[in-house]
């Protein structure tokens, strides 16, 4: 080799620039996308959820991971008792309305019920009334509606985002399509910035927490966590089909359908704390590690 002569780049030096270069567009694209985020979380933009704004119960867990560089929070659900209605859409039109899908048919009215907590007693009579006698639960309602009031004024604004909290008034049950007594369990979609800082959330949750349905999406342009838990946490169970109310009368097994799903919420909230403490301990032992 000449003196003047500049030394060959290795190969292997080669092959990671375009790995290298590539990892940090995903980055700066990260960090703007979270950018975004935080400024529709802070105002409720773009959230279609019944509530309209952010479950009060998640909000621990999104800010721990919110501040942390290495992730944003892009949806989440705490955990709700719902009544939702579908209707089945024909085998002809299964793939006409891709935005209908949990609902079905467009007819369908969705949901008739939320509420993201444990049942009062009292909502609980007032629901197996409205259920099994076939009345309206509007009057009855009235009082869930102004603990929604209650929840956002106690709640304010807490940490950038407007917390409501409460149950949506219940109308008198369709006539046609299916009803359905859900018990659904806290839930949360994650971005990460690398694909090591996914493995950690994924290791909180799935082997310390115990959601063991959670799982990161092959890094593309995003990298997703999901965190979920295993089946058998929540509830579905019809209560009208093809509009016929087959728990007319039946105040008993209904009211012991929502104890139940009272049960599994509990549970739920138990299984989301222990996962805030998991999260928290990752990344501390990573900023330990750092130092």
Same mark, same amino acid.
């Given at each position: 080799? &000449?003196?003047?002569?500049?030394?060959?780049?290795?190969?292997?030096?080669?092959?990671?620039?375009?790995?290298?270069?590539?990892?940090?567009?995903?980055?700066?694209?990260?960090?703007?996308?979270?950018?975004?985020?935080?400024?529709?979380?802070?105002?409720?933009?773009?959230?279609?959820?019944?509530?309209?704004?952010?479950?009060?119960?998640?909000?621990?867990?999104?800010?721990?991971?919110?501040?942390?560089?290495?992730?944003?929070?892009?949806?989440?659900?705490?955990?709700?008792?719902?009544?939702?209605?579908?209707?089945?859409?024909?085998?002809?039109?299964? &793939?006409?309305?891709?935005?209908?899908?949990?609902?079905?048919?467009?007819?369908?009215?969705?949901?008739?019920?939320?509420?993201?907590?444990?049942?009062?007693?009292?909502?609980?009579?007032?629901?197996?009334?409205?259920?099994?006698?076939?009345?309206?639960?509007?009057?009855?309602?009235?009082?869930?509606?102004?603990?929604?009031?209650?929840?956002?004024?106690?709640?304010?604004?807490?940490?950038?985002?407007?917390?409501?909290?409460?149950?949506?008034?219940?109308?008198?049950?369709?006539?046609?399509?299916?009803?359905?007594?859900?018990?659904?369990?806290?839930?949360?979609?994650?971005?990460?910035?690398?694909?090591?800082?996914?493995?950690?959330?994924?290791?909180?949750?799935?082997?310390?927490?115990?959601?063991?349905?959670?799982?990161?999406?092959?890094?593309?342009?995003?990298?997703?966590?999901?965190?979920?838990?295993?089946?058998?946490?929540?509830?579905?169970?019809?209560?009208?089909?093809?509009?016929?109310?087959?728990?007319? &009368?039946?105040?008993?097994?209904?009211?012991?359908?929502?104890?139940?799903?009272?049960?599994?919420?509990?549970?739920?909230?138990?299984?989301?704390?222990?996962?805030?403490?998991?999260?928290?301990?990752?990344?501390?032992?990573?900023?330990?590690?750092?130092?």
């Amino acid at each position: 080799m &000449g003196d003047n002569e500049t030394p060959a780049t290795p190969a292997w030096q080669e092959r990671r620039r375009p790995h290298a270069a590539k990892r940090q567009q995903c980055e700066k694209e990260f960090a703007a996308h979270k950018r975004q985020v935080m400024m529709n979380l802070s105002s409720n933009a773009c959230d279609h959820s019944p509530k309209g704004g952010v479950d009060r119960k998640c909000l621990p867990l999104m800010q721990l991971l919110n501040t942390d560089d290495d992730y944003v929070t892009t949806s989440s659900c705490s955990g709700r008792i719902a009544l939702f209605h579908s209707v089945a859409v024909p085998e002809d039109r299964a &793939g006409a309305e891709p935005a209908a899908v949990k609902r079905g048919d467009k007819d369908a009215l969705g949901w008739l019920l939320v509420k993201h907590d444990t049942l009062t007693g009292r909502e609980i009579e007032l629901l197996v009334h409205a259920l099994c006698d076939g009345a309206e639960a509007g009057a009855g309602a009235a009082p869930a509606e102004a603990q929604d009031e209650e929840g956002r004024q106690q709640a304010g604004e807490l940490g950038g985002v407007w917390v409501r909290e409460g149950v949506l008034r219940p109308a008198a049950l369709p006539a046609f399509g299916m009803v359905a007594l859900k018990m659904e369990p806290f839930v949360m979609h994650v971005e990460c910035r690398t694909m090591e800082g996914a493995k950690r959330l994924l290791s909180a949750a799935a082997a310390d927490a115990g959601f063991r349905n959670s799982g990161v999406t092959p890094p593309g342009k995003k990298i997703m966590c999901g965190i979920r838990h295993a089946p058998g946490l929540g509830l579905d169970v019809p209560l009208v089909m093809d509009g016929v109310n087959y728990v007319t &009368g039946q105040h008993a097994y209904v009211r012991r359908l929502l104890q139940v799903a009272n049960t599994k919420m509990q549970g739920n909230d138990v299984r989301l704390r222990r996962l805030e403490a998991a999260v928290a301990a990752r990344l501390a032992e990573r900023g330990e590690r750092e130092l």
